[in-house]
Antibody, heavy 121, light 110 residues
Framework: EVVLVETGGSLIQPGGSLRLSCAAS????????MGWVRQAPGKGLEWVSL???????YYGDSVKGRFTISRDNSKNTAHLQMNSLRAEDTAVYYC???????????????WGQGALVTVSS | QTVVTQEPSFSVSPGGTVTLTCGLS?????????PSWYRQTPGQAPRTLIY???TRSSGVPDRFSGSILGNKAALTITGAQADDESDYYC??????????FGGGTKLTVL
């Protein structure tokens, strides 16, 4: 059974840093695409970041240069390092497993339950 | 900047059929945009319904189908049930590894 569990969400001050983790079970992170999607309170889903099997990484415009996606194959875990946090980064962050759909496209097939990040002073 | 568009809200009667659409602020949606569809109920994680335009994810009933209708991607729900009441999101591949979600459609069954 595929299970994704996010940890690391908390209240953080603007300008601060936070690292989210996504522990995977039922599959191997290193052989799959892994992504992060966020949802601000009362808002829709926003695509945040993706790491390919080969290690290439991609980011949405709103987080580019501030967030870094990575994975730890030894712990079967993906991470999202978030720096220079802003109030508008407040959201539930979902980890998701990706599957290749063609021509560079990746869709998400399994989702974690999410971790709440609140950026406020 | 290109925006993925969805109807903000839609309603359907129990047992009825509804088609939700997913478009682009500039241009048409095609199978090359690899539309996928997700549903989400309040407080829950999203669930994958459709990928690659019209392929149902594992365990998704065949009441849910995806297609291209005109210049948009479409999600059709037939025989709507009360528990289909959810938020529905489409996602399109924008190229260069990046995808984008639409704003979501809140579906009411009444």
């Amino acid at each position: 059974e595929v299970v994704l569990v996010e940890t690391g969400g908390s209240l953080i001050q603007p300008g601060g840093s936070l690292r989210l983790s996504c522990a995977a079970s039922g599959f191997t992170v290193s052989s799959n695409y892994m992504g992060w999607v966020r949802q601000a309170p009362g808002k829709g889903l926003e695509w945040v970041s993706l790491i390919y099997i080969g290690g290439n990484t991609y980011y949405g415009d709103s987080v580019k240069g501030r967030f870094t996606i990575s994975r730890d194959n030894s712990k079967n875990t993906a991470h999202l390092q978030m720096n220079s946090l802003r109030a508008e980064d407040t959201a539930v962050y979902y980890c998701a497993r990706g599957k290749y759909c063609g021509s560079g496209c990746v869709y998400f097939d399994y989702w974690g339950q999410g971790a709440l990040v609140t950026v406020s002073s | 900047q290109t925006v993925v568009t969805q109807e903000p809200s839609f309603s359907v009667s129990p047992g009825g059929t509804v088609t939700l659409t997913c478009g682009l602020s500039s241009g048409s949606v095609s199978t090359s945009d690899y539309p996928s569809w997700y549903r989400q109920t309040p407080g829950q994680a999203p669930r994958t319904l459709i990928y690659n335009t019209n392929t149902r994810s594992s365990g998704v009933p065949d009441r849910f189908s995806g297609s291209i209708l005109g210049n948009k991607a479409a999600l059709t729900i037939t025989g709507a049930q009360a528990d289909d009441e959810s938020d529905y999101y489409c996602m399109l591949y924008m190229g260069s590894g990046i995808s984008m979600f639409g704003g979501g459609t809140k579906l009411t069954v009444l």
